[in-house]
Structure formats: C-alpha cells, structure tokens
C-alpha cells in the first residue's frame, strides 16, 4: 500500500491554467486529478484508490467495495435525472482502471507529479480490508458519500418499513465505547491518507441518533478526538423511540453533531401507514422542532412517488404543509427522493393488493414541481434530489 509520506511534485499545474491537450497531473491537498485533455479526467485519493473518472463524456464513481457505476446523461428522458445507471462489470472495471494507471504513467513520464495510482489487483485487496472494518454501509444521504463512515449501530431500529430493505439482514445492535474506539482506529488505519479527502463524520448506520443523549455524547467525543474534530452527521427515524428535547439536541450539537436526516417520506398519515411507519407527521414534526430550536440542522427527506397515484394529491397537498410548518431555514435541507422498490421490498405486493397503481416517471416530475412550488424554504436552506441508486460508498 502506498505511504502517507508527502507526495513529489514536478510541473505545477494550476487550477484555472488551461488544461494541456495530452497527459497531466495535479496535485490538491487532499486529493489527485489525473487527465489527458478535458476528454478524461481521473480522481484519486492520497492513498492511490481511484474515486472517479469521466472518460469521453461518461461519468463513473468507484465504491470502497470496487464496484462501478457508470452513469451517461439520457437527454429527452420523462423522468427526473436523465441518466443511464449501471454497474460495471469486473472486466469494464478493470479497463477503467488500467486507463486511469496508463494516464498517470504518462503524466508522469511528461514531467508532472507522481501520482500513487492503484492498480486493479490492489483495489480489489483494498476491497478486501475494506469489507474486514466495515459492515454493510446501507445508504447515506447524497451531501455525504464522501464522508467518514463510523458504525456506533449496525443496522435499524425500526426495520419494518415496506419499501426498505437496506437493513433486512441484520439485527439492530450497538457498539460498546471499547468496540467503538477499536473501529474508529480500524477506520483510521484502512483510509491512511485517504481520511484528507473526506471532510465530515456519518455517524452510522440507518439510526444511530437514537440512542439516548448520553451514550451519543461519549461517542461523538470519542469519534472527534480521533478525527481531528470533524463535524458530525447522521440519520434519525423520527416516529419510534424517545424523543429527544430542544435542550439535548442542543448538548448534541455542543458535542459536534450539525445535521440530521430525517425520513419523513410524506406529511399525509394515509401514506405513512401505508408504508407502515409506526407515527405520524406530528411526530416528525415535534422532532424536527426540538432539533431546530436545539440548533441542529435539518435534513427533511420526501419520498416522490409514495401511495401512488391512491395518495398523489394527498400525498403532495400535506407534505408541503409539513415542510412549511418545520420552516426549514439555514444549515437545512429538502432532499426529495423518487421512489424505488426492491424486489425482494413488501411495497409492490401490498400495492397491487391494495389496487394502488405506480406513478409513471413522468409524474414523478411532475409531483417534485409541485411540491417545490407549494414550498417555502427560508434564507440559507436549499433544496436537492436524492437518487438512492445512485450510491456507492
């Protein structure tokens, strides 16, 4: 593996020269760029583990694991992203990375930094260690695929939602304060220069935030005094559990948690139990409040699509009111989520029982429209798409 000695530089290019039309290299603090003209573009981190590449107008995103998605722009396409999804297959992915390792070797050769550049072997033993620190990593918000995951829980508190199976193979369980410091220094140890790119904490996996305000305080100071005080993220399910007052999401934030996610999926109560969350949108509510008046910041999720054309209406009208009335304001966000089951997920089964039809992609544009234009997001919140299959860790 590759050292975390400070790497040696050779022609210094800047960030707004004009790029050169063959082979190049550039060095940032906590990441390398590789590319030959604009046409193919290559990231890595200090370590050598290629993150992405573009290569001849597509896109891919490597995971930790070594698995590729490509992802190729689909124009005049009904639904909202536009874009072809895909997974590499080994080979694919290795041609991928043996063009990233040719490109660097000539940059180099030009007289550009050296750049570690992992081979495909190396990745997939990177792989290998990866998998031996890590359980299975669900999914994470979209702002945070490159942030530090540490498991204090594995898997969900609730676990019982019918469109939701990230968490389906495993018990909800939680680190001892030992464990815990013993994989944060696993973590550490895994990432080596690595850790540079990666610039917050994600407190994992799918509910960590609902331990009581103690034990995550002990934890957050555990995971900040070993990673030089990142700030902290994580999820919430916000229908089951003890709620927690203003005045303990205020000694949270204190400790250095600055967002949570909350899966609202919609301000209708008809579609909540349908998706058999054991709360209501009172419930979400209450909790993003306290969260807000404790002065954590917010992220509300929407799922696009949820209840079908059964719920649309409904669905549209009151998830508005919820987000109006949490009056998401600066350090929040609105993550608007289109729908997608797995197949292995109770959702389709009960839908078709229920005689609940899918929206078609193009409704599913056009419910994000209406919900964006019923909405009001105070100064400093903002507002994006999360395309759950979009992501690799």
């Known amino acids: ?185 696993e973590v550490k140890a895994f990432f080596g220069a690595g850790l540079l790119r990666r610039h917050t904490v994600f407190l994992g996996d799918a509910n960590a935030l609902v331990l009581p305000a103690a034990r995550l305080v002990d934890a957050l100071a555990a995971v900040r005094e070993a990673l030089d005080g990142r700030e902290v993220f994580g999820f919430l399910d916000a229908f089951s559990g003890r709620r927690k007052q203003a005045p303990q999401w205020a000694e949270l934030g204190e400790a250095g948690l600055r967002r949570v996610y909350v899966g609202a999926e919609s301000g209708s109560d008809g579609v909540l139990r349908f998706l058999d969350k054991p709360g209501t949108a009172a419930d979400v509510l209450a909790n993003v409040r306290a969260m807000k008046e404790g002065g954590i910041g917010v992220g509300l999720i929407l799922l696009l699509g949820a209840g079908g054309r059964a719920f649309a209406q409904e669905h549209v009208r009151q998830s508005i009111a919820l987000v109006n009335a949490a009056g998401l304001g600066r350090g929040d966000q609105l993550l608007l989520s289109p729908l997608v089951i797995p197949q292995q997920a109770p959702y389709a089964r009960l839908a078709a029982q229920a005689g609940i039809e899918p929206l078609s992609p193009a409704e599913v544009r056009q419910q994000a429209e209406a919900i964006l234009s019923g909405v009001r997001l105070g100064r400093g919140a903002r507002w994006s798409y999360y395309f759950v299959e979009e992501f690799l860790y």
């Not at 603090?29 to 993150?51: C, M, N, P, Q, Y």
């Not at 930790?64 to 072809?84: C, I, Q, T, V």
């Open 1 to 185: 593996m590759p050292t975390s000695e400070p790497l040696p530089r050779g022609k210094v290019l800047l960030r707004d020269d004009p790029l050169p039309r063959g082979p190049w290299a550039r060095l940032e603090s906590d990441h390398a760029i590789v590319g030959e003209g604009s046409r193919r573009l290559f990231t890595f981190d200090l370590e050598g583990r290629l993150l992405e590449a573009f290569v001849d107008g597509v896109g891919y995103r490597r995971g930790l694991d070594n698995r590729f998605l490509e992802r190729r722009r689909l124009p005049g396409a009904p639904g909202l992203s536009r874009r072809l999804r895909r997974h590499l297959s080994a080979a694919e992915a290795r041609d991928v990375v043996d063009l990233a390792c040719r490109t660097a070797a000539r940059a180099r050769e030009g007289g550009y930094p050296a750049v570690p550049a992992l081979d495909f072997d190396a990745l997939e033993d990177d792989a290998r260690r990866f998998a031996a620190v890590y359980r299975p990593i669900g999914i994470l918000p979209p702002d945070q695929y490159l942030s530090i995951v540490v498991q204090l829980t594995s898997g969900c508190w609730y676990n019982r939602c019918t469109f939701c199976t990230f968490y389906r193979d495993r018990r909800f369980e939680v680190r001892s304060p030992e464990a815990l410091r013993r994989h944060i220094q």
